[in-house]
């Protein structure tokens, strides 16, 4: 099984920079693609942007050019820097880990965009 542990978020003014973290631990092997996701009040939980093993990536269309994700799988880390933030960005980021068919999420943590 696969644990996800996110740090990173918190409160920022609108053009303002974040950057979260997603640490994987257990059992760490073959994870594929790692991404974030995130759920505003009273929204479905939508893709911000992943990344497989191999570096390809993907993004929202709403956050292409202001957010970037990476991956150091020396760490079985996953990294999501968040620039120039807009109030519409103000959700809680889940971190997600894909193994052998199987999701896994982390608790989830706050991100909120003052204007």
């Known amino acids: 099984q696969v644990h996800l542990m996110e740090s990173g978020g918190g409160l920022v003014q609108a053009g303002g920079s974040l950057r979260l973290s997603c640490a994987a631990f257990g059992s760490i092997f073959n994870i594929n693609a790692m991404g974030w996701y995130r759920q505003a009040p009273g929204k479905q939980r939508s893709l911000v942007a992943v990344i497989t093993s191999g570096g390809i990536t993907n993004y929202a269309d709403s956050v292409k050019g202001r957010f970037t994700i990476s991956r150091d799988n020396a760490k079985n880390t996953v990294y999501l820097q968040m620039s120039s933030l807009k109030p519409e960005d103000t959700a809680v980021y889940y971190c997600?880990?894909?193994?052998?068919?199987?999701?896994?999420w982390g608790q989830g943590t706050q991100v909120t965009v003052s204007s």
């Open positions: 997600a880990a894909s193994q052998g068919g199987i999701d896994y």
